[in-house]
């Protein structure tokens, strides 16, 4: 009898953690640098991966830092920017989409591959890829999501 009631609470207990874990809760955020206003001041702003899908957001090449040797009048890019959780870590895929003024930019496959990584909870991905297009390298980290109030 205490036997029949120790497994009917075990697996209570595994159904409950079953099922919070499947409430769709984020378990993981990003967090990257985003210039305030025009006077360039950065914060960072956490984007919150959904645990069964992904989610994404666009950086304009005008809040990135060129290099020094970048021409100054070159018409800026988007950076795409989409993560998804796989189990204990998150995958960041980056890509380049060019300026409006490109007639690229309104053709199918327009965006270009500039990487893909992967980091668990507190790692860093540096973005370093962005010298090749002649822009300073960014950090995104993996955190811990905070819970919307």
């Not at 075990?10 to 919070?20: I, N, R, Y």
């Not at 984007?47 to 018409?75: C, F, K, M, W, Y």
């Amino acid at each position: 009898m205490v036997a029949a009631a120790l497994v009917l609470m075990l697996l209570a207990s595994c159904a409950h953690q079953q099922s919070k874990t499947k409430s769709g809760r984020p378990t993981f955020a990003v967090e990257f640098p985003e210039q305030n206003g025009r006077a360039g001041e950065v914060s960072a702003r956490q984007l919150a991966i959904p645990p069964d899908g992904g989610v994404g957001t666009e950086i304009s090449g005008d809040s990135l830092q060129p290099l020094p040797v970048t021409d100054p009048n070159r018409p800026p890019l988007t950076l795409s920017l989409g993560f998804t959780a796989q189990r204990d870590e998150v995958v960041a895929t980056v890509y380049t989409i060019p300026p409006e003024s490109d007639p690229l930019r309104w053709s199918d496959g327009h965006k270009r591959l500039l990487g893909s990584w992967s980091a668990r909870l507190n790692e860093t991905i540096e973005l370093t890829e962005l010298k090749k297009i002649g822009y300073q390298p960014i950090s995104l980290k993996i955190v811990k999501a905070v819970p919307q109030k």
